[in-house]
Structure formats: C-alpha cells, structure tokens
C-alpha cells in the first residue's frame, strides 16, 4: 500500500505540474491561439494585402450575413456535413459488427475496411474522380449499363454533392471503423451468449444491445466526424468539382480559401473564419448535450 502511494504522489508541488505542460501550453498558445487572436483582429479590417488595411468595424460581418453566396455556402456545407456522418457512421456500424461477427479472416476484413483512410484526402478525390467520372469512370460505367441512369455529376450540380459526398464517406470510413471495432470487442461475451440463447436476431442484437453498450463511442465519433465535415473535405472538393458546377458543392472552406487566397479579400476571409468557428463551437456544445442524454456510460 505505502508503495502504491508513493508511486502515486509523483509531484511534491504545483510548479513541477506547471513546469511539464509548459512546453504543450507554449505550441498551443503559439499555433493556435495567437493566429486565432490575430484572425479575430484581421476580421475587423479591409485588407487587400498581408501588412496594410483599413479598420472596417463589424462590415465585414454585416457583409457576410446579407451575401446570398454565403448563405449558399452554408446552407451546401450543412447538407452535406449531415449526409456524410449520418452515412459514414451507419456503414461503419454495419461493418464493424459484421467485421466482429465473422469467424474467420477479421484482420484480413478489417485491413480492407480501413486502408482507404490511410490515403491522403488528395490520392482519394484523384481515385474517386477516376472511378465515377462520368466519360471513363468504371463504376459510372456500371450504374448505366445496369440501370440507363447517366451519372453525369460533372455538369449536374446535385449530383456533384452526390459524388463529394460519396468520395468523402468511402475515405473516413476507416476511422470509425478503427473505434467501432475496439468498442464491439469489449462487449463481454456472455451478454452476445445470453442474446443467442434468447433467439435475438443479429441485427436486433446490434441495434438493441450493442449501440447502447457502445453509445459512449458513437458520441464521440458523431462530434469528432461532424468537426471533420465542417472543417475538412477541401481537398476532395479542390481536386474533383472546384465549388461547382453553379456553387452546388462550395462549401464554407473552400468559400474561405476562395475569398483569401484568389480574391485576396483577407479582411472578409477572417470574418467567415470567426464565423465558421462559432457556428461548429455552439453545434458541437448542443450536440454534445443532446447525444450525452443517450450515452450508457455503465453503473446504476
């Protein structure tokens, strides 16, 4: 016992804690809280050119809020934020627990499952891009000797969100994947026993027994991926449709870069990065108070 709490009190003050987290504290407050600062500044001036500008007040924001290409750029990244979790995180959990279910060959399925997020988000738009274009694409090719339907998403602006949306889904499936699969093997095994032996289906095993024992998991998977789709899909939407066509698939990154880096419009870019940066603050708090009410965390 005396040895197990003297392994314990490692610290005999504070300032030893301190002296640890200083290092992590200083990358933190130099590669993300002095650029946030200074991007909250910047939202507050005109800027054509990094260096010089001219104090605006809150007109970048007045701006932003009455621009109709905004709201677009919202309204794109919200559809499409909610289309990719809510499919990424159903087919991760159908596969994971067919993955967990299957006797033989697991690491093998598992490997298979998970190797397109090892790719950079740039190799996977070149690879959808290949697979579903719509003159050369195999799998469009498919679909249209199947079922006549041309999947011609270069020139239809719906089907352009279609095909980011399936590009992004087929890349992040492997991370919750990864989570599912770890969550899925620490069920205990007399409970998957005590199902069989009640004659519970497979798939009622998975949606009244195992979501609810790995609800903790899926919680953190629904925020962490909903951050990801706000913040990320650049990539695949640069390389495969560029915002297009008609701003069917600009979403509020690439509306970002566009107005920084090709318009030069440095002033407004920040006022849509502040912006950006509430909205996903105030959705992950509610998202988080909402899912929690769910989450079986064990106990009484």
């Known amino acids: 016992m005396a040895e197990q709490h003297s392994r314990l009190q490692v610290f005999t003050s504070n300032w030893q804690a301190a002296a640890l987290l200083l290092p992590t504290l200083a990358l933190i407050s130099v590669f993300l809280y002095y650029p946030f ?16 500008g001219e104090w605006v007040g809150l007109q970048n924001y007045v701006q932003l809020f009455e621009s109709g290409a905004y709201r677009n750029s919202l309204i794109v990244t ?3 934020t909610a289309a990719t979790v809510t499919a990424s995180l159903f087919l991760s959990l159908i596969i994971s627990f067919l993955i967990h279910e299957a006797n033989r060959f697991t690491d093998l399925y598992l490997v298979a499952a998970i190797w397109p997020y090892a790719m950079p988000l740039a190799v996977a738009g070149i690879v959808l891009d290949f697979l579903i274009n719509p003159r050369i694409g195999v799998v469009t090719w498919a679909i249209e000797a199947l079922t006549g339907f041309q999947f011609a998403w270069q020139t239809n602006g719906a089907l352009a969100l279609v095909a980011v949306i399936i590009a992004a889904v087929w890349q992040g499936l492997g991370y919750s994947i990864i989570f599912m699969t ?8 007399s409970i998957t026993d005590a199902a069989k032996l009640d004659g519970i289906g497979r798939f009622q095993r998975l949606f009244r027994i195992y979501v609810p024992l790995i609800s903790p998991v899926l919680v953190f998977l629904i925020v962490i991926q909903t951050i990801g789709a706000f913040f990320g899909g650049f990539a695949l939407i ?23 880096f090709v318009n030069q419009r440095f002033g407004y870019a920040s006022a849509q990065s502040v912006v950006l940066f509430g909205f996903v603050a ?16 064990g106990g009484a």
């Not at 507050?44 to 050119?49: G, K």
């Not at 770890?182 to 095994?189: G, L, R």
């Not at 105030?282 to 965390?297: G, I, N, P, S």
């Open 37 to 52: 600062l200074e991007t909250v500044q910047l939202s507050f001036y005109q800027l054509r050119v990094l260096g010089s």
């Open 78 to 80: 919200i559809l499409f």
């Open 182 to 189: 770890a969550a899925f093997n620490q069920v205990p095994d």
């Open 238 to 260: 640069d390389l495969m449709t560029s915002g297009g066509p008609s701003n069917a698939t600009n979403v509020l990154m690439f509306n970002l870069y566009q107005d920084a």
């Open 282 to 297: 105030v959705l992950m708090y509610v998202q988080l108070r909402v899912t929690d009410r769910y989450a079986y965390y």
